[in-house]
């Protein structure tokens, strides 16, 4: 126990503690095991396992990857990889919370801190759209470990483990003053330096040459100052949506995941349409997933074949397969006029394609024709990966009457259109085209936005201020201050509320409450935190021939999808193992 992980919080520690002896006699030979190597994320410590296979009950059957398991007899019996082989699971690190005993630890956080020295602050995760709840250990103002908590309408008791494990990527390439970019290179500045520098640069400009884009992990408070700052400065260029999808034109269920994660268990068949759940939501995976062990559930799909850890029926690759199902040329479409809770799932790579409104459009006709949408079942989905983008959404963050979207502010940089972008957070778009525009970056880390700008602003990450994200369902949470920001960093609505005064076009609110209130005027559903408003049903999409080619993949490197996760060593090792090694290997390039 003085020298295990697991002292503090071990269920082992507790039973001996309240009802066992305070000394025992053990004659026999003690059993000594070699410890396996797990992979980057979980420590092994084998000769304190006792066997209860929990672990490889949870690797088996609730993320379905069968990596794990126990070989020998008896007394001899050893919990291992069957081929010596990293866990590959995208939800490997949650067998360091089964495990009732120290035999299976964070890596990572092995040897770092003790139970009872965090602070312990309970919020949620922003790295993908689901919303997962999460504790936060800090000790003085370093995030030490993060782990899950129990929501059962979202996560259960699990979480990702890029939820759990990029917590290291908060310390790395963090923005902590403000640069001003001076003779080509950025220099450091302090903040009434860099604001006059926005402001001698806006100074009579056309707001039509302006733009505001946001990216995936901005918070609602933070899109209420840019939504009113855009006003104020007369700028219709401002959108939310960097993958360029479809959305937001429409009644706000066609854009939310309207049966809810917990509602999947009530389905009996899933019509997947160019998303890969597995790695955009790995928890609305496991759900799909323990549908299907419930048996009685069919997952039919549209898109790219990857293994999702359940059987999938592939009906083909694009939006011409959608158009045969609607019409009944497919035998599956006989499925789906039998079944009787009947749901589907759209994502971000059919949607963030040239033709996804059309894609969209069809996703809707095919919820209208098969039952899909009834009073007391919504079985219409969009999985979003991003957990800004429905906050931005409700909020209205699309380009307003002759406003441009990411692709028409891109294109109108490059042409010299748009002399002046404002990036909030926005990382994930293509940067080249900025070349000729002046760029102010606010954001976390120095990332793709830091690298073009001319003056950064240096704002707090998601574990770093009180906030609103809004997940995949429309369900609006609360973020908490776990610890400050470094440096001269601040909160983002904060340094947006600053510049207005300095701007001289000053946004009147001057405190959360007020930026709060203003958001529920604004967007009524975000008001009840943590429950999820049934939306209305209507007409959205379009009537338009859809592209012959197959949805591409939303996510290609799921240890690698922001700011954060890449800033992480401990991602970076994860995708130098998982991600890259796997290409090498099935390309024979691994040596």
């Keep these: 126990c003085p020298i295990c992980d697991q002292g503090g919080e071990c269920d082992l520690q507790d039973i001996t503690l309240f009802y066992g002896p305070d000394k025992s006699r053990f004659s026999e030979n003690k059993r000594s ?28 059957d609730i993320a379905g990857v069968e990596e794990l398991g126990a070989c020998h007899r008896g007394e001899h019996v050893e919990i291992t990889t069957w081929v010596e082989r990293a866990l590959s699971s995208e939800l490997s690190g949650n067998i360091i919370d089964l495990c009732p005993v120290g035999a299976l630890n964070s890596k990572p956080y092995e040897y770092t801190a003790r139970v009872w020295e965090l602070k312990k602050t309970e919020t949620i995760d922003v790295l993908d759209a689901v919303g997962c709840n999460i504790r ?41 003053r403000p640069y001003v970019r001076k003779d080509g290179k950025l220099a450091a500045s302090d903040w009434q330096s860099a ?3 926005i402001a001698e640069r806006l100074k009579d400009r056309d707001p039509a040459r302006m733009a505001f884009i946001t990216g995936d992990l901005v918070d609602c408070e933070t899109m209420v100052l840019v939504k009113e700052l855009a006003a104020t400065l007369g700028v219709t260029s401002v959108d939310c949506r960097q993958d360029g999808t479809r959305l937001g034109n429409g009644p706000r269920a066609s854009w939310l995941f309207n049966t809810t994660i917990a509602g999947i268990e009530e389905a009996d068949l ?6 890969d759940p597995r790695h955009e939501a790995s928890l609305v995976n496991a759900r799909l997933r323990k549908r299907h062990l419930q048996g009685g559930f069919r997952v039919l799909r549209v898109g790219e074949p990857v293994d999702l850890t359940y059987p999938v029926t592939d009906l083909g690759g694009g939006g011409q397969t959608l158009q045969q199902l609607l019409a009944g040329d497919l035998e599956e479409s006989k499925l789906l006029e039998q079944a009787e809770r009947p749901m589907l799932i759209v994502g971000q790579g059919a949607l963030g394609r040239s033709d996804g409104e059309s894609i969209l459009g069809l996703a809707r006709q095919i919820a209208d024709r098969f039952g899909m949408i009834s009073e007391e079942w919504n079985g219409f989905n969009v999985l979003h990966t991003a957990a800004a983008r429905v906050g931005g959404l409700d909020l209205g963050l699309v380009p307003g ?39 102010i970056y606010q954001g976390t880390h120095g990332d793709r ?26 369900r609006p949470q609360r973020a908490k201050l776990a610890a400050f920001p470094p440096g001269d960093a601040k909160e983002d609505w904060r340094i947006l509320r600053a510049l207005s005064e300095v701007l001289g076009r000053t946004v009147p609110l001057n405190d959360l409450a007020s930026v709060r209130r203003r ?23 379009r009537s338009a021939q ?15 999808t922001n700011p954060i996760s890449r800033a992480s060593p401990v991602m970076r090792e994860c995708s130098a193992l998982f991600v890259e090694g796997a290409s090498a290997e099935a390309t024979g390039t691994d040596g």
């Design 136 to 176: 936060v250990d800090t000790r003085g103002n370093e995030v030490m470990r993060v782990v899950p908590r129990l929501h059962e309408d979202i996560n259960e008791e699990w979480i990702s483990d890029k939820a759990r494990f990029s917590y290291d990527g908060l310390k790395r390439r963090r923005l902590d």
């Design 449 to 474: 936005g830091a690298h073009v700008a001319d003056v950064i602003l240096p704002g707090a990450a998601y574990t770093e201020k009180h906030a609103t994200y809004v997940n995949t369902e429309g």
């Design 195 to 197: 604001f006059n520098a």
């Design 270 to 275: 899933c019509l997947l349409i160019g998303t």
């Design 546 to 560: 859809p592209l012959k080619t197959p949805f591409p993949a939303a996510v290609g490197n799921f240890y690698a």
């Design 519 to 541: 958001m529920e005027e604004i967007a009524p559903a975000l008001a009840d935190i943590d429950m999820v408003e049934a939306a209305e049903w209507g007409e959205f999409g």
């Design 33 to 60: 095991v070699t410890d396996k190597d797990l992979g980057p994320l979980i420590a092994t410590h084998m000769t304190r396992c006792i066997h209860c296979t929990r672990c490889i009950r949870f690797i088996n």
């Design 401 to 439: 009457e002759g406003g441009r979207d990411v692709s028409g502010i891109l294109k109108g940089a490059a042409d010299g259109e748009i002399d002046t972008v404002f990036l909030i957070g926005a990382d994930e778009i293509d940067m080249e085209p900025l070349d000729k525009a002046f760029v």
